[in-house]
């Protein structure tokens, strides 16, 4: 049976749409594509939708295999920092961590004590601490990337050579959504199938919301001719 913690899709969607995060309508991508959805993660501003989106994340990261199950039944991450991509990244990297050490404070467990979170600047400091990482140093730590959608993949890449950059194992990847869509006209994987591949295979990522649950789920909320543009748009630019 479904657990409380697995039911974060069913409360985020709807909340999502009625505040225009997820919107509908025709939109130009980053890639050029024109797409008839777009999820604008900056309106997710307000307290509450931070708090439910914050608490999807926090379900994926608190599940294997981001976390192992001991004997005893008690959890141990299997990650040391959750690092947000600059900008869009920063709110939510926090937002996950302090959202995990509540869960902790509730439950009177010691889950999330060694977990922290770092993010970079856009801008190189030259001056007081200087470096490009805020937060917890990556050298030798393992580093779970959040962001808010992924598309063809260029804001993940970039994220991961920051991360080797400093000398981070990049241990998994959350994010908001995955759009589902091949990288292009010559790779046909999504950019989720390449960066699993890029990165050797092992490493888990995974999207709280998919393509294929606005395609499935939101029927009543935003209609059938809605559904068949994404069904339309799917059919020409989704993954293999
Ligand atoms: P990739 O870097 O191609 O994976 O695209 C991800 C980025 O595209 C996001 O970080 C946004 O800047 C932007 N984007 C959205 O914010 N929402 C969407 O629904 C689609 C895109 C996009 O342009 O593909």
Redesign the pocket.
């Known amino acids: 049976p479904p657990s409380a913690d697995q039911d974060y899709k069913s409360t985020l969607l709807p909340l999502l749409i009625s505040n225009n995060v997820l919107s509908f309508g025709t939109y130009v991508?980053?890639?050029g594509r024109e797409?008839p959805y777009?999820?604008?993660?900056s309106l997710l501003h307000t307290a509450p939708l931070l708090r439910a989106s914050s608490a999807a994340y926090a379900s994926v990261l608190s599940a294997e295999p981001f976390v192992t199950t001991n004997a005893d039944g008690t959890a141990q991450p299997n990650f040391d920092i959750i690092f947000g991509p600059a900008y869009?990244g920063i709110p939510i990297c926090a937002s996950v961590t302090n959202e995990l050490a509540v869960r902790d404070s509730l439950s009177g467990k010691t889950t999330w004590d060694n977990v922290s979170y770092s993010f970079n600047r856009k801008e190189a400091k030259a001056h007081g601490e200087g470096g490009n990482i805020v937060g917890a140093p990556l050298k030798g730590k393992r580093v779970i990337i959040v962001?808010?959608?992924?598309?063809?993949?260029?804001?993940?890449r970039e994220a991961v050579g920051i991360i080797e950059k400093e000398g981070g194992i990049v241990a998994g990847v959350v994010v908001l959504l995955d759009?589902e869509e091949r990288v292009s006209d010559t790779e046909p994987k999504s950019?989720i199938g390449v960066a699993q591949r890029d990165l050797g295979g092992k490493i888990p990522i995974r999207s709280v919301i998919g393509l294929h649950d606005l395609i499935e789920k939101l029927g009543d909320s935003i209609g059938a001719g809605e559904i068949q543009r994404l069904k339309d748009y799917r059919e020409r630019y989704g993954a293999q």
């Open positions: 991508l980053k890639s797409s777009f999820f604008t993660s869009k962001d808010d959608v992924i598309t063809a993949g260029t804001a993940l759009r950019a």
